[in-house]
Structures are given as C-alpha cells and as structure tokens.
C-alpha cells in the first residue's frame, strides 16, 4: 500500500534532484533578490522589485558589468522567516548566485543571515531597521538603509524648529515599531522633550480608535507615528473622527505621503513625513539628475507614482552589488565581498559607502544613508514649513 | 469618563460588523458543519467587489454596494455546486481541507488581480465626525452600523418568518424527513451557503470604505468570525449577533484599559472562558456542545 | 513483501541522503520535511487517532523552540539538556489544555486551541523581557557532541532523521498499545468506550501531552537548525501546514502523516523552481483542491483502497 505512496517521494526528490542547473560561459551575472511579494505586505516588497528592476535593465542598456548582462533571480519570502531562509539557501545552492539583495523585513532578512556565513556570500539589505542586523558580527552583510537610531538622529536638529515640547507614540508591534519608539524615545528625551505614552498596534490591525483615544487623553502636541502606509491612513483618518489635533510625524520613511493624500484626504493636512526619497522634488537629491531620471523611468514603466519612497531602495540595492561586482572585477562571492568595502558611489538616495559596525574582527558594513522631512500641505507634498524661514 | 463612553461606542460600531460577519459563519458553520476556512475570503470578495463597481464600472455607491453583495452570493453558490456538493459525504475535515484549499486561492487570486497595494473605497459620507458631546463618531461608521442592523433582522425574518428560512432550518435539523417532505436538499445547501457568503461580502462591503481593501484583510476577519459564532452557538442568529456586539466592545475596553498589545488577546480569553463555563454558547438555551 | 522490499529500500535511500542528493539545498529541504514529519505525527495522535482536531498545534511547536532557545541562549545549556526541556514544556502545556479543553469536543475544542495559540502568540511578541518579543532571538547555538559541532548540514539531517525515526517509533507503539486501542475506540464511539470503563479524559488529556511533547521536540529540532526565532513560529500558516500533511496524507495512519510532510514539504519548493514567483501560492493552493477532490481519504488511505480493489 505504500507501493504509490514511495513512487510518488522518489519521483518528487528526482524532480528536485535532477533539473538542470544554470552554468555556462559567457554567463550572466546573477543577483539574487529576496523580497516579501505575496502576504500582507506585498505592495513594499513589489515596489522593491520594481526598482531592482530598473536598476538591472539600465545596466544592461550600458554594456552590462564588466562586459556581462545583469540578470536579477527573484524569490519570494512570503513574510516568512522560515521561506526567506529556505529562498536564500535555494537562491545560493541551485541558482549560484554571488550575490542577494533582501529581504526587505528585519525578521525576514536576520533568518537569511546565518546562510550568508554557512556558504560565504554577501547580501546588501536594503530596508531592514533593526539595530540587530549590523551587530550580530557577520561580516557578509552590508546595509544601505538607516537604523532607527541613524533616523532619530537625521530628525534631532529640527526638534526645536518643530516645536515638539510633548510626545506620543504610536508604532506597529514589531521590531521595526518598537525599534523606532526605542530610538526616537531616546533622542528626544536626550533633547529634554517629555515622552508620553506609547502605544501598539498590531500588524493587521485596522481599528486603532482605542489606542488614539487613550492618546488625546495625555494632552502632548506630537504624536510619533511608525507604520505601514495603510495603517497610517486609518490612524490619521481615525484621529480626525476622534478629533486628535495634534502634529503627526511618521518615520520609517514607508509612509508614502502620495498615498497618505489620495486615501486620506484632509486628515493627512499637515502631517510631517520621514522619507529617504523625494520623488516629488527629484532635483534636491544629492544625485539630482539620476533621481530626475528614475522618477521618469518609474513612471514610463506605469508603476504606480506612490511606490517611489520604497522602489528606489531595490534601485540602489541593486546598483551598489554592480558596482562591488566591477571593482572586484569578477562574480565570485568573497570578491564581492571585499569589493563592497570599497564601493563608494551616489545612489537615489544619496552617497553609498560602508562603515564598520558591530564587534571588532566581524563587522558588517553600514552606510550612512540621507535622511528627509517633508510635510503634506494644501493637498500636496512640499518641503516642511520650518525649513522655509 | 469620556474615554470611557468612547470607547463603549467605539466597541459597539466594531461589534456590529463582527456580528455580520458572525451571523454568516453561523449558518454555515453552525447548520452546514462545514469548516469555512474561505469565510473571510468572501468578505475580501465583498470589498474588493464594491471597488471594482465604483471604479471599474462607476456605479453609484449604494449600487455598488449591492453588486458585491450579489457577488458574494454567487461565488458562494459557485462554490457550494462545484466543490462542496460532490463531497458531501465525506468527513468534515476533508470539507475542511478544501475550504483551505479554497481560501489560498482566493487570497492569491486576489492579490494578482487587484496587486498588493492597498486601495481606499470612495464614499459619499462627509468626513467630519458628529460630536455628541464628548463622543465622536463618523458618520460613515453610522452608516455600516444602521445597514448591518437592517442586515441582521433581515436574515432573522429570512430564517425564522419564510418557507425559504423553515425549509433551511428543516434541512439540517433533519434531512431525511426534510427530504421526505419535498424539500429540495440540494438546492437548500446552496442557498444556504450563498446567503452565508453574501453575508460576509456585505460586511466586507460595508466595511472596505470605513478601512481599506487589501487581499490579506479576511484572515482576521475569519478569525473573529468563528469567535462570534462560539460565543453565540452555532447555529444561533441571535447568540451571533450579540457575541458579535460583545466581542467587539470587550476588545475596546481591552485596548483601552489593559493594553494595546494584546488586544486580540482579549477575544481569545474570552472565549477560553465561554467554552470552559458556557460550552453552548453565552446565550444558547438549548444544549448543543457536540 | 514488496512492501518491505520498497520500505528497506526507502530506509536506505534516507540514511545515505547526504550521499547521492545533488545539492545541499535537496538536504536543505529533507531537513525540513523531517522536523515537520515530527509535527504532523504528532498532530495526528490527536486528529487521527483520538478524532479531535488542534489547530492551534504551531503553540506546541513555537512553546518548544523558545523553551530551547532561551535555555541555550540565555543560561548556557547544552542542547541535548535543551532538547529535552523543550519536550517537557510543551507536554506541560499540552496538559494544561487537554485538562482544560477536552471536557469539550469537536468544533469547541478547536476553538480552544485556537485561541490557546493566538494568546501564546501575542505573549511571545508583547513579552519583551522574556522573548525579546519581534526582535526575535538571533544567534541561537547549534548542538555539540563531545568536540565536535552539528553545524554542517549533513550531521543535522542525521540529527533530525534520528528525531523523526524517533517519533515515528513512539506513535507506533502508542497506537498498538493499549492505550492505542482505548484512543481508537473513544474515537469511534465515545459513549461506548466510556460504558466498558476507558475514561476519556484520561486518555485524551495522554494523548495531548505525548502530541504537544512531539511538537515541542520538533520545535527545538527547528530553533537549533534555523539559529533564529521569532513569534513567526506562531503563525496560523504553520498549523494550517500540518492539517494539510495529515489530512492530505492519510489521518488516522501511521505512514500518511509523513508522506504528507515529505510531500507538502517539496511542494513549495518545488513549485520555486517550477513557477515564477505571482502564481506559486495559487498554483499551492490549486494542488490542494485537486489532491482533495481526487484523494479524498487521504494519499495513504486511498492508495491502500486502490490496491485492495486489485486484489479482485
């Protein structure tokens, strides 16, 4: 009885076992990309994608690298740790790609790292906060995105100038909320401003009236807000019922402020935002010309404007692997590698180099990305008001 | 005190959707026994339906409404002819696992179809809310909880005032007799399960312009759901209803008072402590625990 | 006799695995069938062979793997100290909810565990002291065996193939036993059972301890290999998993449980390699309805049916 039962195991390991695996000359060269494109946060992870994917494709327009075509191998991590690991082993054993841009969540990507050191291969995060991923002493990560602490202290200097004197937060329940409540708690209460309470709301959530009620009651000016954009259009659009009057600042730089005006109308009126990208404005990049240029291609491509603040990340993850890949001057892992260390280039976003972090002998590298405020005013995205006096 | 009343109200609007969703789940869980693990899918469905009507075919908005609600509906019986009737006869977990089955599909059907973005539903309320002295409600809030309402009694009419409702509850009280005395088994099924789902799109329906549309929004909503349906006893419209009301404002007062973070945690005790003390439900008369 | 002839045959494939698999992802992904070949045998103690049905089971699994990585983190312990500990918390919570829920049945005690799991779940992320809540607990430590250490693949898979041949072991002689005899009859009619003197809860509640103790064994067996955990081990998905492995493999038997693990294990990873990225899930979720709709006892049962209707 267990005749069909082991025929089919046998013909399901053979499948696995016996597909034919790339590797011929004149290949190209193949970045692996771990991202979240089904679940619950399937549009960041997408729009992640979509950026790598320019990225890829004006590399390939200019000759490739080193005189190789780009090809992106791209897995989906499901919102799962456990499937980021499983995607980052297939992506490195079947695939033999020498590189891995992912996985977009702090879970997801800390899952992923121990295969990096297990098979020696870099990967560049493009997203995660957590403070976590650059100090845990593997030496094959390298960051292009701020920690919460590098967030917090990209806001400091305009503390005074907005005039937080008392603070709330309200942040998702995860390592990237709690981080940010962490971060920004501390730089304030270092700026002598008084933190209030802070409040959670899980991933899923979608009524967060309690929270915002509890809220109004602690009588502060500025609510912190860190989540994902849809949960921010209903915490604004549920303050304004609630009649919350006070200054909103979202940080985590996913909170799309185009989006936030589409789906939140007037209750986004006036709500600061923390971007690492300022689509609406490319030219004040530190690379104005390349941002004016990806907006362009972004939009030529049909792809929904609001993506921008989170797509340019793919573009950037992508482009530093590129350059590691030249300077090194061949796709072999450990080269790239150290190529990474010397990698400094402009991105969207801005400068990209690596510093050290975390413990001495095993540092993962860590850029310093630029960081931006803008404000939602009269319906449309500008650049805050304390910064035109 | 305010915070207090503001949070009752606040319960009690979040109540009455979870008790659409409930009453639903309750007819098919309750009288069909099937393990609807797809019931939030509906609701997803019914979302998603009223977008596609405003946007797509620029229906006005109640219009809208009532096409996802339709919609519901028959997917519902789509479903029920295609899938469900064939396996009839076997046990409930096999039903079970299709419905599993039938929940990934949908979820990912979704998600390829509409994309993962969320979309925001349009709707012809004002935003500002109506303050009633302390309290504040949007309008739009009173809306969903005026049509769940008028939902719900229209469902108890249906099952306990019609020949449809006497023929349904017939049915699965006892088929063979039903058989014996012309009642179409097969079709009532349908029409069962149908109306179940259309249920869940209206809350989904109702609820997609107060929230937002995204295709992973039915996992919680089938969790609650099956929550409101233990609290009230399966089969029990009534119990459905007020376990939904209940539910919804024991987990205000949770987020409120205790703590944020465990919210949800407040529904799951609560029914730990129902089945442990009140097995048939909070409101049930009759025992019914198998 | 060719069942035995094909059972050696697969024993000897699974011992020498490591030997002809082509890649270290294959291992990869027979590690990960094996941990959830534990999982859905002892999900089965309670579906098949009792007829109650968990779904909060991915409590145990999660329960365990905190239990130890938090006794291998945060205190030191060995492994095979951790392992152990692992099992017993998880079987303590096994019987806290067999005490508390199996006066219930059915559709009730579904919702209990259910629920049971969703309050573990929301302590694990909001417990920061104890869990490091979503942070997650990176860098938990691979076993060690006198001087060497399990970190290579090849010597997990041997780990993990020993812990499943383990659990394989205890449901057969749980089920033959006894006790076995007394789950099956309560299963089949509990009211009769109970007049010829088997007292349900008592067994029930065994069976929960032994199923959750399983659980909580496959937990560790994941923390240890993974070296990361975060409240994501509670995932509703999980549990839904290990219902498909069970059900779809054939409730109630020994083998189904693990050609479902082993099936549904691949199938996912299969479908990495075999559909682009937008239609894996739907293609998963299209093999589901299709596998019921044509299998509906069960890979296992249906086979057994099959060839006892070619006997004639």
């Known amino acids: 009885m267990l005749t069909r039962a082991l025929a089919t195991f046998v013909v399901v390991l053979l499948a696995l076992g016996v597909a034919p695996t790339t590797g011929d000359a004149q290949a190209p060269i193949k970045i692996g990309v771990i991202q979240p494109l089904s679940g619950p946060v399937a549009a960041s992870g997408n729009y992640v994608r979509m950026g790598a994917e320019i990225a890829r494709d004006w590399l390939n327009a200019h000759g490739g690298v080193n005189g190789r075509k780009i090809e992106l191998v791209i897995e989906d991590n499901k919102s799962d740790p456990k499937e980021a690991a499983s995607a980052a082993e297939k992506l490195i054993v079947r695939d033999k790609v020498p590189a891995i841009m992912g996985a977009w969540g702090s879970s997801m990507t800390l899952a992923a790292m121990p295969k990096l050191e297990e098979y020696g291969v870099p990967m560049v995060v493009e997203t995660s906060s957590a403070a976590s991923v650059t100090k845990r002493g593997n030496p094959w990560v390298f960051r292009i995105s701020p920690p919460s602490e590098m967030e917090a202290l990209g806001l400091e200097q305009y503390v005074d100038k907005l005039g937080v004197k008392k603070a709330d937060f309200l942040a998702v329940n995860t390592d990237w909320g709690r981080g940010a409540i962490q971060a920004f708690g501390d730089m304030l209460k270092k700026r002598g401003v008084q933190v209030g309470v802070s409040e959670f709301m899980e991933q899923s959530a979608t009524d967060m009236n309690a929270q915002l009620t509890k809220i109004k009651a602690t009588g502060g000016d500025t609510l912190f807000l860190t989540t994902a954009v849809e949960q921010i259009t209903l915490v604004l659009r549920q303050g304004q019922e609630q009649r919350l009057q006070r200054k909103v600042i979202t940080t985590g730089g996913s909170s799309s402020p185009t989006q936030l005006i589409k789906q939140a109308g007037a209750a986004a009126e006036g709500s600061y935002h923390i971007v690492f990208f300022m689509p609406w404005f490319p030219e004040a990049m530190p690379d104005g010309k390349l941002a004016k240029a990806f907006v362009g291609e972004w939009n030529k491509r049909g792809h929904p404007f609001e993506g921008l603040t989170e797509g340019f990340r793919g573009h950037d993850g992508i482009a530093t692997i590129a350059e590691a890949v030249k300077l090194a001057g061949k796709d072999e892992p450990k080269a790239i590698r150290d190529a990474l260390w010397k990698v400094s280039f402009t991105g969207v976003n801005g400068p990209i180099k690596f510093d050290k972090d975390g413990p001495a002998g095993k540092e993962s590298g860590q850029s310093k990305p630029s960081i931006f405020v803008v404000q939602v005013r009269d319906g449309k995205v500008a650049l805050p008001d304390f910064l035109k006096k | 005190m305010e915070q207090l009343l503001q949070h009752l109200v606040n319960g009690l609007v979040l109540g009455g959707t979870y008790a659409l969703l409930g009453i639903g789940l309750t007819l098919i869980f309750g009288l069909m026994s099937v393990v609807n693990f797809a019931h939030g899918e509906f609701y997803t469905l019914g ?244 | 006799m060719i069942v035995r002839v094909l059972l050696a045959v697969a024993a000897l494939a699974l011992v020498t695995a490591p030997a002809w698999l082509v890649s270290p992802y294959h291992l990869h992904v027979l590690i990960m069938a094996g941990i959830f070949t534990i999982l859905a045998l002892s999900l089965n103690l309670l579906l098949g062979y009792t007829g109650q049905l968990s779904l909060g089971h991915a409590a145990f699994f999660g329960i365990g793997a905190y239990t130890s990585a938090l006794l291998a983190l945060k205190l030191d312990w060995s492994f095979w100290l951790a392992l152990p500990s692992a099992a017993v918390t998880a079987g303590f919570a096994g019987w806290a909810i067999g005490r508390l829920a199996l006066k219930l049945r059915g559709a009730y005690f579904v919702l209990v565990t259910i629920s049971f799991a969703g309050v573990i779940s929301l302590v694990s992320i909001n417990w920061m002291e104890l869990t490091n809540g979503p942070l997650g607990l990176p860098g938990v430590p691979p076993p060690e065996l006198g001087p060497w250490t399990l970190r290579t693949k090849r010597a997990y898979y041997y780990l993990v193939l020993a812990g499943a041949a383990l659990a394989y072991l205890v449901c057969h002689r749980l089920v033959h036993s006894r006790i076995g005899r007394a789950l099956v009859a309560l299963r089949e009619n509990e009211p009769l059972a109970e007049s010829v003197g088997i007292d349900a809860t008592r067994y029930l509640v065994l069976a929960a301890v032994i199923s959750a103790a399983l659980a909580g064994i496959a937990g560790s067996l994941y923390a240890h290999y993974t070296r990361f955990v975060s409240p994501e081990v509670f995932l509703f998905s999980y549990t839904v998993t290990m219902v498909i492995m069970v059900i779809a493999g054939g409730q109630g038997t020994l083998v189904g449980p693990v050609i479902g693990a082993i099936l549904f294990t691949a199938l996912p990873e299969a479908l990495r390699e075999a559909v682009a990225w937008q239609w894996q899930m739907l293609a998963y979720g299209v093999v589901l309805i299709v596998l019921v709709f044509f299998l509906p006892r069960g890979i296992v049962p249906s086979v057994a049916r099959w060839r006892r209707s070619r006997a004639f």
């Open chain 2, 47 to 290: 979302a998603y339906g009223t977008f596609g009507a405003l946007a797509l075919v620029g229906l006005p908005f109640f219009l809208a409404l009532g096409a996802a609600i339709v919609l519901g509906a028959l997917v519902g019986a789509l479903c029920e002819r295609t899938l469900l009737r064939p396996l009839r006869r076997e046990s409930i977990d096999t039903v079970m696992l299709v419905m599993i089955g039938v929940w990934i599909a949908m979820q990912n059907t979704e998600l390829l179809v509409w994309g993962g973005v969320a979309r925001s539903i349009p709707h012809p309320f004002p935003t500002a809310p109506l303050t009633l002295g302390p309290l504040n409600i949007a309008p739009v809030r009173l809306f969903v909880v005026a049509a769940a309402a008028a939902l719900i009694g229209a469902s108890w009419l249906l099952i306990q005032r019609t020949r449809l409702g006497t023929a349904m509850r017939a049915t699965f009280q006892d088929r063979d007799t039903a058989a014996l005395m012309g009642v179409p088994i097969g079709r009532i099924h349908t029409i069962t399960f149908a109306f179940g789902s259309a249920l869940a799109a209206a809350a989904g329906a109702l609820l997609g312009p107060v929230f937002l549309a995204y295709p992973s929004m039915g996992d919680l909503a089938s969790l609650k759901a099956f929550s409101v349906v233990i609290l009230g006893g399966l089969g029990n419209l009534a119990g459905a209803t007020l376990g939904g009301l209940l539910l919804g404002v024991a987990e205000e007062l949770g987020a409120g008072y205790v703590s944020s973070g465990y919210r949800d945690a407040v529904g799951f005790v609560a029914i730990i402590l129902v089945l442990l003390f009140r097995p048939a439900g909070l409101f049930a008369r009759a025992e019914r625990v198998g």
